[in-house]
């Protein structure tokens, strides 16, 4: 079924698909084969001034004329769009970021489901009035903060793109995207979609390009009223210089360093399956993969031995083979950066107790890996690798064990295993994180704010929370009395 070879993906301004100003169209490569994929439209500045046009005549014009009710009609309907195009959805997502297709068929749900929120959400957006005493009546309005400039990363291009759009969508803003240069099909295919499903022209736009060029130029746009973004802590800091001086609104999902906290009164036969699949899912290129495995010191051998016998099992391979449990890295280059810190690792002292090669042949590849009794202090336990690789280090007791998890700039997310029910809550509460799961490694809900302490990040996405993100309140304060309002006495 080969859906996307040789198809070329225009920019999505306005309502069609566009040929860009720029002349930018680049050929993509499947990063598990090496092969050719498609060839794919990149803004430039032009673009982005165009799409930025469209994006605030449609929020003054058709979308703001299109009512909640409305909108969530139609939040619905390209739920159901998402599901009934999964198939080539799926294939797409999967050839373009390598990854397994049976994690992208999840991942799929999960986009549709989050329309299916924020759809329903939308009946929950209101004001509130409340008496401020005398003869004056107070109520708020919920409006929408306006065009939306929205920045997402290559690693889940599609269901990022659905955390975004869903929630401004919702509020009633309207969207420029910028998918990240080698991933924009899906999010291409998904305008097309909110086309077909009837969203007005001009309340989705699709710009994929450069990060630092048309991404930069994006945050900065005059016309841009909320930036939100989600991809590395150093880009990261680079959007809120950008977005500082015009005092843009912004959201900001940035990286991780997740600990899986393992206790000798765990139930092991979940928490190692659990463990292996919190770090390989996605070839770890996730904000809150648990990278780093915490494990008491009296299991911390045995622990160590069946992860990595489990590790070794996985199935790496062809993405598009149904049986495959993770595919190839996003590029050749970004593999040579995830080994460059294994070889890191080896030589401040970590043992290699399975992986650490990259294969030979075409794609990719890189093996699940795992790092074991790390030294906290080193790169490998306190960087961001964004690759199948896990430290694994001992603590010896529970503050011990909260002091390593909190040893980090990051604060995303959380996994603890004990068979103690307290300790699990104690743990929840000493824990900086912005997510903490017990005895569940499951990360991401539909409805469920997730995002980041310290330096993951701040906002949320997902939730009503994330909605309120896209709103701004407005107090509207009213005289109700007979008696003439003259504060001078005048
Ligand atoms: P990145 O932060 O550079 O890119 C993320 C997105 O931001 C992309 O769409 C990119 O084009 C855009 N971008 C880059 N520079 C920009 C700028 N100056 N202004 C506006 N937009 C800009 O991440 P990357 O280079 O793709 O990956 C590097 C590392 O970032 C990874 O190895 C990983 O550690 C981390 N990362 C984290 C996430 C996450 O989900 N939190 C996702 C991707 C990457
Ligand atoms: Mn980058």
Redesign the pocket.
């Known amino acids: 079924m080969a859906v996307t070879t040789g198809r070329e993906y225009g920019l999505y301004i306005d309502g069609e698909l566009r040929e860009p100003e720029s002349g930018d169209v680049r050929e993509l490569v499947e990063p598990a084969t090496g092969e050719p994929l498609g060839r794919a439209a990149m803004a430039g500045e032009a673009d982005v001034d165009r799409a930025v046009a469209a994006a605030r005549t449609a929020l003054d014009g058709a979308w703001a004329k299109t009512p909640p009710t409305e909108r969530s009609r139609l939040l619905h309907a390209l739920a159901d769009a998402i599901l009934a195009n999964r198939a080539e959805l799926a294939e797409l997502e999967s050839r373009n970021v390598g990854k397994a297709i049976s994690s992208v068929k999840a991942e799929l749900h999960g986009a549709a489901e989050n329309f299916r929120f924020m759809g329903s959400a939308i009946a929950s957006i209101a004001g509130r009035s409340n008496p401020i005493g005398g003869s004056l009546l107070f109520y708020s309005l919920k409006e929408p903060v306006g065009v939306c400039g929205q920045?997402?990363?290559?690693?889940?291009p599609l269901l990022?793109a659905t955390w975004k759009l869903a929630p401004a969508l919702a509020a009633g803003c309207t969207v420029v995207l910028?998918?990240?240069?080698q991933t924009p099909l899906t999010a291409i295919r998904l305008a097309e979609l909110a086309a077909e499903v009837g969203v007005p022209a001009g309340a989705v736009n699709v710009v994929p390009?450069?990060?630092?060029t048309?991404?930069?130029y994006?945050?900065s746009h005059p016309g841009v009223d909320k930036v939100a973004?989600?991809?590395?802590?150093?880009?990261?800091g680079?959007?809120m210089r950008?977005a500082s001086d015009p005092i843009k609104r912004i959201t900001l999902?940035?990286?991780?360093k997740s600990p899986n906290l393992v206790f000798a009164d765990a139930n092991l036969g979940d928490a190692i399956p659990s463990a292996v699949w919190s770090i390989y899912y996605s070839a770890g290129?996730?904000?809150e993969a648990r990278s780093r495995v915490l494990v008491e010191k009296s299991i911390y051998d045995e622990f160590v031995s069946a992860f990595a016998d489990k590790a070794a099992q996985l199935k790496v391979g062809d993405p598009l083979d149904p049986e495959t449990q993770m595919g190839s890295l996003i590029s050749d280059a970004?593999r040579s950066?995830v080994h460059g810190f294994v070889e890191r690792g080896s030589e401040e002292g970590a043992e290699v107790v399975t992986g650490g090669q990259p294969p030979d042949g075409p794609g990719a590849f890189y093996p699940p890996t795992v790092l074991a009794a790390v030294d906290h202090a080193t790169t490998v336990a306190q960087q961001?690798?964004?690759?199948p690789v896990v430290t694994v280090t001992p603590f010896e007791d529970e503050a011990d064990a909260v002091k390593l998890a909190n040893d980090v700039s990051y604060g995303?997310m959380a996994t603890v295993w004990t068979g103690d029910p307290a300790r699990g809550h104690r743990l929840a509460r000493q824990i900086k994180s912005g997510t903490v799961g017990i005895n569940m490694p499951y990360t991401a809900f539909p409805g469920i704010p997730f995002g980041g302490y310290k330096q993951?990040g701040f906002g949320r996405e997902l939730g009503i929370d994330a909605l309120d993100l896209y709103l701004e309140t407005k107090s509207v304060i009213i005289n109700t009395g007979t008696r003439p309002a003259n504060p001078f006495g005048l």
């Open positions: 920045i997402v990363p290559w690693n889940y990022m910028k998918p990240d240069a390009g450069d990060g630092p048309t991404g930069g994006l945050v973004f989600t991809g590395s802590t150093k880009t990261g680079e959007v950008l999902e940035l990286g991780g290129q996730s904000c970004h950066r961001e690798i964004f690759g995303l993951s």
